[in-house]
Every structure is written in structure tokens, then in C-alpha cells.
């Protein structure tokens, strides 16, 4: 079931997209204000983030622009009043991935979102396995390898660089208590896991080297 990060202070607004969109068959989690949202997508796994551009405290372009510098590549689709073209245009930078213009019917709404999600499934090979990049899993033998949240991120950094020297703090910017020692703890656990060559970038971090 995909996941969407529903951020909209409008509480029966909210609760009227909630209701269209999993009678849809999605899992909707509503957060009512930016710090809250920037929360539940720090610690939680989303296939969307269905984000309104006024919000208390900060704007959406704000809240993408965070979550994409903690390099989050959740898809961003905001819901917006905005006429101005150029402030659109200008939003692109910040990590926003598509918008739609209020008012709309629900019905739009979720035909634009199945179409954003149903682009969204890519799945690496490597080696023999398969790694469904949209939900952060592993696949080996038609079955998920079991990860932890943070495995999963850390694994996600790797495969997406593939040879490329990973940073601490890249990995730091993903991890719930970043330190050095808890770093190598979840690498030396994917390492079990999943038998992977993961190598130590001495003084820079790690990286993924190819089989």
C-alpha cells in the first residue's frame, strides 16, 4: 500500500482528501503544521508527500527544500493558490516535483496522484538481487530481506551511488543518533545481512562497490 505525507492546516480539508484518497486504497498520515510533517518524514517511509504551500510557521517550498538537503528524494506534489508563474517555476528548485491549483475536485486530485505514484516503481538489480528503490526494500528470492528504517536509508545512499565515496555525515543526515560508532554498527549489520561489499572510504565514509 503507498504511503502519503498529507501536510494541510485545514482540518476538514484534510479529513475530505484523507477520506477520497484511501478510499483509494492509499495509506494516508496527516500532519497539521510543518514541524510535524518534517518529523513523521525524518522517521517514517512515504511513496508522496502531499504538502500545502500555506501552511503555519513556514511554507511547504520550505519543508521540501529541508527534507531534500537530508537527501530525501520523496516525491513532492503541492496543492496551491499561487497565480504567480514565476514563483512556480522558482518552487521546481526548492524539490518540488508537481503541483495542483485550488480549488480542485478530489477526484482530480487522485487521478494526478496514481499517475505521479504509478511512475515513481523502479527497481535495481544487483548482483542477485532485486531492490524496489520507491519502497526501500531488498528482494531476494521474491522475498523482502528484513531492514531497519535506517538500514534501509543507509542501503538506499549506497546503491543510488553506486562506487561513489559516501560522507559520515550524508550517512548522519539519515540516522535517528548519528555518531561514528552507531555508523559502523549499521554497516557491519547490512554487511551480515546482506553479504554486500561495502568498503571503508578511510576518513571520508563508505561506498558500494559493484559485482
Known amino acids: 500500500m503507498s504511503r502519503i505525507l498529507l501536510l494541510q492546516d485545514d482540518a476538514i480539508l484534510s479529513q475530505t482528501i484523507q477520506a477520497a484518497l484511501q478510499g483509494e486504497g492509499f495509506d494516508v498520515i496527516i500532519a497539521n503544521n510543518p514541524k510535524e510533517a518534517l518529523k513523521k518524514a525524518t522517521n517514517e ?17 520550505d519543508l521540501i527544500a529541508q527534507l531534500r538537503e ?31 491549483k485550488k480549488p480542485f475536485e478530489t477526484s482530480e486530485l487522485i487521478v494526478r496522484i496514481k499517475a505521479s505514484i504509478n ?25 523482502e530481506i528484513p531492514l531497519t528504517h535506517v538500514e534501509r536509508h543507509i542501503f538506499d545512499l549506497l ?12 550517512f548522519f543526515e539519515v540516522m535517528e543518533r548519528p555518531s561514528e560508532m552507531a555508523l559502523r554498527v549499521h554497516i557491519n549489520k547490512l554487511k551480515h545481512k546482506l553479504g554486500f561489499p561495502i568498503k571503508n572510504a578511510r576518513g571520508i565514509g563508505y561506498r558500494l562497490e559493484k559485482i
Do not use: C, H
Open 119 to 143: 511512475d515513481q516503481f523502479d527497481f535495481l538489480d544487483y548482483g542477485n538481487l532485486k531492490y524496489d528503490s520507491l519502497n526501500k526494500k531488498v528482494i531476494a528470492n521474491g522475498k
Open 159 to 170: 546503491i543510488r551511488n553506486l562506487e561513489q565515496n559516501i560522507t559520515k555525515d550524508q
Open 70 to 100: 537530508k537527501l530525501d528524494a520523496t516525491p513532492a506534489f503541492f496543492m496551491t493558490a499561487l497565480k504567480d508563474l514565476g514563483t512556480l517555476s522558482a518552487s521546481y528548485d526548492t524539490g518540488m516535483d508537481s503541483y495542483i
Open 45 to 61: 517511509d512515504f511513496n508522496l508527500y502531499l504538502l500545502d504551500v500555506n501552511t503555519p510557521y513556514t511554507e511547504g517550498f
